[in-house]
């Protein structure tokens, strides 16, 4: 199997190694797991109202617009900053919808 991987005879780590590499891996993605999901939770409930559901509406209209400007499309750093605000929108309408089902 050495010679399928192509790797030279002594660069593979032991499995005990590896095992431990693995397992260090895993905790540090369910660490970071942990602080995106501090970071994602939702601020104070928003008021169920037909102008702030108009107000979103028009921010999710704006965000799209700013992504499909040809100036901000010229800028990786526009455009990344512009799809973040985007999906930051997305948010807010979710958790508006989600609170009207409750």
Do not use: Y
Request: cysteine-free; glycine content about 2%; hydrophobic content about 40%.
């Amino acid at each position: 199997s050495r010679a399928m991987s192509r790797e030279p005879p002594g660069s593979r780590e032991p499995s005990r190694e590896r095992a431990m590499s693995a397992v260090s891996s895993s905790t540090a993605m369910t660490e970071q797991r942990s602080r995106m999901k501090s970071i994602v939770m939702p601020a104070a409930p928003l008021i169920i109202s037909k102008q702030v559901f108009d107000e979103i509406l028009d921010d999710l209209e704006d965000g799209l617009s700013k992504i499909e400007n040809p100036d901000i499309k010229a800028s990786m750093v526009k455009l990344s900053r512009a799809e973040l605000d985007f999906l930051k929108n997305v948010e807010k309408a979710r958790d508006f919808l989600n609170q009207i089902l409750e």
